[in-house]
Nanobody, 114 residues
Framework: QVQLVESGGGLVQPGGSLRLSCAAS????????MGWYRQAPGKQRELVAT???????GYVDSVMGRFTISRDNAKNTVYLQMNNLKPEDTALYYC????????WGQGTQVTVSS
């Protein structure tokens, strides 16, 4: 059974930082491109960042220079370090695993507010 379990969300003030984690099980983690998506209320889900099996990364323009995606293949875990958070980063953040099939986590809430 495939599971992607996100953690690390919470309430943070503007300018603050959070690190999201996504622990994967039931897949050969090293084969998968891992991604973080987010969905704000009333908006479509959008891609935030991806990291390929070889470690190549990509980001949506709005988070470039503030967010960093990384992976630890020994721990089957992908991370999203989020710095200088803004209110517009508020959303439900989802982990995604993509290789032949696509899997999703249940999401973790990030709220940026003073």
């Amino acid at each position: 059974q495939v599971q992607l379990v996100e953690s690390g969300g919470g309430l943070v003030q503007p300018g603050g930082s959070l690190r999201l984690s996504c622990a994967a099980s039931g897949i050969t983690f090293t084969f998968y491109t891992m991604g973080w998506y987010r969905q704000a209320p009333g908006k479509q889900r959008e891609l935030v960042a991806t990291i390929t099996s070889s470690g190549n990364t990509g980001y949506v323009d709005s988070v470039m220079g503030r967010f960093t995606i990384s992976r630890d293949n020994a721990k089957n875990t992908v991370y999203l370090q989020m710095n200088n958070l803004k209110p517009e980063d508020t959303a439900l953040y989802y982990c995604n695993a993509d290789w032949r099939r696509i899997y999703w986590g249940q999401g973790t809430q990030v709220t940026v507010s003073s």
